[in-house]
């Protein structure tokens, strides 16, 4: 069990770029979630989803942020012109169930996003 | 909506101390807590998850603490040794929606030899 995977591990971005995150959630896992990690704000919920649909989207922001899982191996988080105050950890995180019996969180290891 | 606040965010013991860090949250409705491990180049790992049932709960060298009454969690890492330093982070479930953890700030603890 290779756990949680993201892709890539690092990217650098310019100004007004278009940046795109991986995530392939644990295989038989049916929940994935995507957090925001910086120093300031600690880690923020961005959204979720279960059984590839979304669920709950109410932390990310409205514009230029997007999520999509189109199949039960991969999700990606797409940042359409990047700022710098993009900069941060994306975190991609799976569990089991994702419902109320509240499973535990199986974290990637982040992408690191450095927008220039 | 849920609001979690972690102390201290840094955290310098000596081996074999004792190390306590708390979050408070703000919804009395929460019902899940976790503590979540994070060391330097490594993903989180769940250290523990907390019943709102339970108060006192034991883990291998820590025990989680739970006060309803002043929503309040806490995790006490007793005898602390070098291995234990990395960051640290409480989350609740938030009662909207129980899959979505709202977390702590985070603590970064050192453990000195």
């Known amino acids: 069990n290779a756990g949680v995977i993201q892709t890539p591990r690092h990217k650098v971005t310019g100004k007004g770029q278009e940046a795109t995150l991986w995530c392939e959630p644990i295989s038989g896992h049916s929940a994935v979630f995507w957090y925001r990690q910086t120093i300031v704000q600690g880690l923020e919920f961005l959204t979720y989803?279960?059984?590839?649909?979304?669920?709950?989207d109410s932390g990310m922001p409205k514009e230029r942020f997007s999520a999509q899982m189109p199949n039960q191996s991969h999700s990606t988080l797409k940042i359409q012109s990047t700022q710098p105050q993009d900069s941060a950890v994306y975190l991609c995180a799976s569990s089991l169930d994702g419902g109320v019996s509240n499973e535990r969180l199986f974290f990637g290891h982040g992408t690191k996003l450095s927008v220039l | 909506g849920e609001q979690v606040e972690q102390r201290p965010p840094h955290l310098s013991v000596r081996e074999g101390d004792s190390a306590v860090i708390t979050c408070t949250y703000t919804?009395?409705?929460?019902?899940?807590f976790f503590w979540y491990k994070q060391e330097p180049g490594a993903s989180l790992q769940l250290l523990m998850k907390v019943f709102s049932s339970t108060e006192i709960n034991e883990g291998q060298g820590f025990t989680v603490l739970l006060n309803k009454k002043d929503k309040r969690l806490s995790l006490n890492l007793t005898a602390a040794h070098p291995g234990d330093s990395a960051a640290y982070f409480c989350a609740v479930s938030a009662p909207s929606s129980f899959s979505k953890l709202v977390f702590g700030q985070g603590t970064s603890l050192s453990v000195v030899p």
């Open positions: 919804d009395p409705n929460s019902y899940y």
């Open positions: 989803f279960r059984n590839q649909a979304p669920i709950d």
